[in-house]
């Protein structure tokens, strides 16, 4: 009996080490999760107190070349579109051993940075693929989901689709 809880022990740790996992509740057009994060000036972000903004939760690490190639992107059009309400958050998958490396790429973001500090990020899953985001829209309902995208990076020609008639004043 013993032997088999061991075996059984075992197999359900790989499985949960191995699967890709994700929330099969995350909806596009549905309240999008909350995520709290701990940003690198050390306040705590939420993206409950944004609602009313438009929210790119942008998932990345130092050592993902995609995510290098991405971010400033991100970053220019954060910058370009705050003062229409856009607000870009990146997460780092970085573990805090490599806090410097983080900072060095974080100045030169227009955008605040945390640490996630574990591959689970709530009711968004196990982020198990980068670079990945997720965008909430001004009443913090999921408006694109990151796990469903074809075409994962982002382009700007992919931001003007999803992003910016988001931020565009609806009569």
Known sequence: ???????????????????PAWPSTLRVGQDAPPL?????????????????????LAFWATWCDACRDELPLLSDYAHAHAKQGLVVL?????????????????KR?????GLLGSAWAGGYGRIWRLPVSFVIDRQGRLADNGWDSATPIWTKERLDKVVLPLLTPQP
């Open 36 to 56: 709290a994060v701990r940003v690198l000036d050390g306040t705590t972000l939420n993206t409950r107190d944004l609602k009313g903004k438009v929210v790119i």
């Open 90 to 106: 990146g997460i780092s998958l970085d573990d805090s051993a490599d806090l410097a490396r983080v900072q060095t790429v974080a």
């Open 109 to 113: 973001l227009d955008f605040p940075v």
């Open 1 to 19: 009996m013993r032997s088999k809880l061991w075996r059984l022990f075992w197999a359900g740790l790989l499985l949960c080490q191995c699967a």
